[in-house]
Antibody
C-alpha cells in the first residue's frame, strides 16, 4: 500500500530554518517524481518543488534560493530544507507522489496528510 | 493571482450537473495535460482526473474532464452532498518550468 507521511513542521521564527521529511512506503521515491505542495491558511494549493527520477529539481520562484529538495532512496524519504523562512511561508506542506500514467502524462496520484509550518515571532 | 484561473465558487442542487472551468495559456494547458484534485474540508487533496479526461481507479463516472485549447473543464453530474469540496486544476508550465495550480473552486451543494 502506498503511503506518504510528512513530519518536521512546527513554529519557527522568521529567518529560521526547518527541514521537512516525507516518508514513503509501498514504492521507491526515485522511480517517480516527488513534489511538495503547500497551502496557506484559507488559501489554495501552491506548488513548491519537485525532484525527478534523474535527480533534477525544480522550484517555485517564491522559494528559489531558500528551499532545497532532496531524497534518500535507501530511507525512502524526501526532504525539504527550508532556510530564511518568512511569515508568508506559513502553510500546511503536503508531500505528493508524481506519477506518469499509461498515456505518459504526469499527475499527483498520492498525497500525504500534510504538516503545518508556522513562521512567526 | 494564480496562473490558472478558476471561478472562485460554484453551486448546484442535488442531482444537477455543474461545470468548473480552468483557464490557462499556451505554455501550460495549451501544451500539457491537466489533472484535477478534490479537497474535502480538512483533508488532503485527492486526484479526480488525470490526462485531461481520465479517471483514476475508484473515481465515479459522474466526474468528467475535458480540455480544449488553453482551457479545461471538470463536470460533475448527479450532484451529491458529499461533492461539497474545493476543486483544483493543475498542469506543468513550460515557461515557468514548474507546476501551476488553479486558485480553486469552492463547490456548494444547496
Amino acid at each position: 500500500e502506498v503511503q506518504l507521511v510528512e513530519s518536521g513542521g512546527g513554529l519557527i521564527r522568521p529567518g529560521g530554518s526547518l527541514r521537512l521529511s516525507c516518508a514513503a512506503s509501498g514504492f521507491s521515491v526515485s522511480s517517480n517524481f516527488m513534489t511538495w505542495v503547500r497551502q496557506a491558511p484559507g488559501k489554495g494549493l501552491e506548488w513548491v518543488s519537485s525532484i525527478y527520477s534523474a535527480g533534477r529539481a525544480f522550484y517555485a520562484d517564491s522559494v528559489k534560493g531558500r528551499f532545497t529538495i532532496s531524497r534518500d532512496n535507501s530511507k525512502k524519504t524526501v526532504y525539504l530544507q527550508m532556510n530564511s523562512l518568512r511569515a508568508e511561508d506559513t502553510a500546511v506542506y503536503y508531500c505528493a507522489r508524481g506519477f506518469y500514467d499509461s498515456s505518459g502524462n504526469p499527475y499527483f496520484n498520492y498525497w500525504g496528510q500534510g504538516t503545518l509550518v508556522t513562521v512567526s515571532s | 493571482q494564480s496562473v490558472l484561473i478558476q471561478t472562485p465558487s460554484a453551486s448546484g442542487t442535488p442531482g444537477q450537473r455543474v461545470t468548473i472551468s480552468c483557464s490557462g495559456s499556451s505554455s501550460n494547458i495549451g501544451s500539457n495535460t491537466v489533472s484535477w484534485y478534490q479537497q474535502l474540508p480538512g483533508t488532503a487533496p485527492k486526484p479526480l482526473i488525470q490526462s485531461n479526461n481520465l479517471r483514476p481507479s475508484g473515481v465515479p463516472d459522474r466526474f468528467t474532464g475535458s480540455q480544449s485549447g488553453t482551457s479545461a473543464s471538470l463536470a460533475i453530474g448527479g450532484l451529491q452532498s458529499e461533492d461539497e469540496a474545493d476543486y483544483y486544476c493543475a498542469t506543468w508550465d513550460d515557461s515557468l518550468n514548474g507546476w501551476v495550480f488553479g486558485g480553486g473552486t469552492k463547490l456548494t451543494v444547496l
